[in-house]
């Protein structure tokens, strides 16, 4: 009977380490960026959330030609150093900067 107990608690406790991992993965997937010859590429909705602009913003930065952008099939992605570029071009400093 204790052998029986045994085995239980451990199955229960390999299940919870199993479920912890899945957590874990789940987490990292969610948030990988694949890296394409040392670029990243973001979707419309990170480069939203990285900005903070809405998504009619973007599409009017878009049709400004204020950010590049790249177009395959219906998916629009932005190249992360794109958007550096353009950030980097478009700063205006503060006049407490200038000081």
Do not use: F, W
Request: charged share 30%; proline share 2%.
């Amino acid at each position: 009977m204790d052998l029986l107990t045994n085995e239980a608690e451990e199955i229960i406790a390999h299940q919870e380490m199993i479920n912890q991992l899945r957590s874990c993965i789940e987490s990292i997937l969610k948030n990988y960026r694949p890296v394409m010859n040392g670029e990243i590429y973001l979707s419309g909705e990170d480069v939203c959330k990285l900005l903070r602009i809405s998504k009619r913003t973007l599409q009017q930065y878009r049709d400004d030609n204020i950010l590049p952008y790249i177009q395959i099939g219906g998916k629009i992605i932005y190249m992360e150093s794109d958007i550096m570029k353009a950030l980097e071009k478009n700063y205006v400093a503060n006049k407490t900067d200038k000081l």
